[in-house]
């Protein structure tokens, strides 16, 4: 995989190019979108692995592989009273269909990591 900062796609009609911010940005909204989620956790990792890794930004790891692939790592944070696997089910679901539909990349991978249960909102949370 390359962790390139900007991914070049050539069609008949010319070249596109996507920085890593726009797909940064489509995972963010794909994944807040998805009722349950609390937040996307900026921790998921570990601190030596953060500063080392300079595609992490904002909870989300991307990178783009050989033939217009990406690969997801998201961090979250799930709302108690919310299923944890449907939550992160979904999160994949929309994240994959976002991505997809707003570019030409094919999401090769999308690995949800559920960080942790935020219990501060219980009253407003709705038990599914």
């Known amino acids: 995989m390359a962790s390139r900062k900007q991914k070049f ?39 030596i692995k953060r500063m080392l890794n300079k595609n ?27 299923s944890v696997k449907d939550i992160a089910f979904r999160v994949q679901e929309n994240i994959k269909s976002s991505i997809e539909s707003m570019t030409d990349f094919k999401v090769a991978a999308i690995n949800v990591n559920v960080t942790g249960v935020v219990f501060s909102n219980v009253e407003e949370v709705s038990v599914l």
């Open 56 to 82: 992490y930004r904002h909870g989300v790891l991307i990178e783009f592989g050989e033939d217009d692939d990406v690969y997801v790592d998201v961090y979250i944070n799930v709302l108690f009273g919310y």
């Open 9 to 47: 796609i050539d069609t008949e009609e010319g070249s596109v190019s996507y920085k890593r911010n726009v797909v940064l940005s489509i995972v963010k909204l794909a994944a807040q979108e998805i009722n349950g989620v609390a937040s996307l956790d900026i921790t998921g990792l570990k601190l």
